[in-house]
């Protein structure tokens, strides 16, 4: 069971270039949530979708957009990266987005925009 | 939006005790959830509180006081593997989960 891929592992990117960050789960979770995290801001909510054809903003959207076409695919695309999205990037899977169900997360995506 | 708080850092010797403090405000208060994360890796989860009280799961407790905006993380019998980022997050409504920056214990023989 591999449970929730991310893919690339890392990634450097130009500034200006379009990258999308792609997540697989493989244990038919409802709710899905793309984060970042930064040295000393800890992990912030980026999008997240509470079953498959819906999506909806979380703390940090603006310059990123998601889609869930299905269960198990939420991918995050950068339309045209910038320096500040340098980050690591971390996809996570629930059951149901409320209560005591745990969020699982991906191994992370570290993205350098240069 | 809300505030977590919990310190940066903190370093107790191996087989020794360690509570990791966290105080947070929010509006719509719906459970509270403790982290680990070695550096370089995924969180994993560890605990999650609604109700007042004690949570116990083997060598690691949380606690939760809801009225005054508080949680620990108590982790006894420390072991070396245990040097790692440990991130309070407190859930706000049906899905926001909103975490604190994380404290970084170091485990020293």
Same mark, same amino acid.
């Given at each position: 069971i591999a449970g929730i891929t991310q893919a690339p592992t890392s990634q450097i990117l130009a500034a200006?270039? %379009?990258? &999308? #960050? =792609?997540?697989?789960?493989?244990?038919? @979770? +409802?709710?899905? *949530?793309? $984060?970042?995290?930064?040295?000393?801001?800890?992990? %912030?909510?980026? @999008?997240?979708? +509470?079953?498959?054809g819906t999506t909806g903003k979380g703390e940090v959207p603006d310059g990123y957009s998601v889609s869930r076409a299905n269960t198990d695919d939420f991918p995050l695309t950068l339309a045209s990266a910038v320096p500040?999205? &340098?980050? !690591?990037?971390?996809?996570?899977?629930?059951?149901?987005?409320?209560?005591?169900? &745990?969020?699982? /997360?991906?191994?992370?995506?570290? #993205?350098? !925009?240069? | 939006g809300q505030n977590i708080d919990q310190p940066t850092e903190m370093t107790a010797t191996e087989g020794a005790i360690v509570q990791i403090n966290c &105080? *947070?405000?929010?509006?719509? /208060? +719906?459970? #509270?959830?403790?982290?680990?994360? @070695?550096?370089?890796?995924a969180p994993t989860f560890l605990s999650y509180n609604v109700l007042d009280?004690?949570?116990?799961?083997?060598?690691f407790s949380s606690?939760?006081? =809801?009225?005054?905006? *508080?949680? $620990?993380?108590?982790?006894?019998? #420390?072991?070396?593997?245990?040097?790692?980022?440990y991130l309070c997050a407190v859930r706000e409504g049906d899905y926001k989960l909103s975490f604190g920056a994380g404290t970084t214990v170091t485990v020293r023989a």
């Open positions: 200006g270039r %379009r990258m &999308t #960050l =792609r997540c697989t789960q493989d244990m038919r @979770h +409802n709710a899905m *949530y793309w $984060y970042r995290q930064d040295l000393g801001l800890g992990l %912030r909510l980026i @999008h997240y979708s +509470n079953t498959a500040s999205q &340098t980050s !690591v990037y971390f996809c996570a899977s629930s059951d149901s987005p409320s209560g005591s169900d &745990t969020q699982y /997360f991906g191994p992370g995506t570290r #993205l350098t !925009v240069l | &105080t *947070y405000q929010t509006s719509g /208060f +719906n459970g #509270l959830f403790w982290y680990q994360q @070695h550096a370089g890796e009280g004690l949570e116990e799961k083997g060598r606690f939760l006081s =809801r009225s005054k905006g *508080y949680s $620990y993380l108590l982790l006894k019998e #420390l072991q070396m593997k245990d040097s790692a980022s």
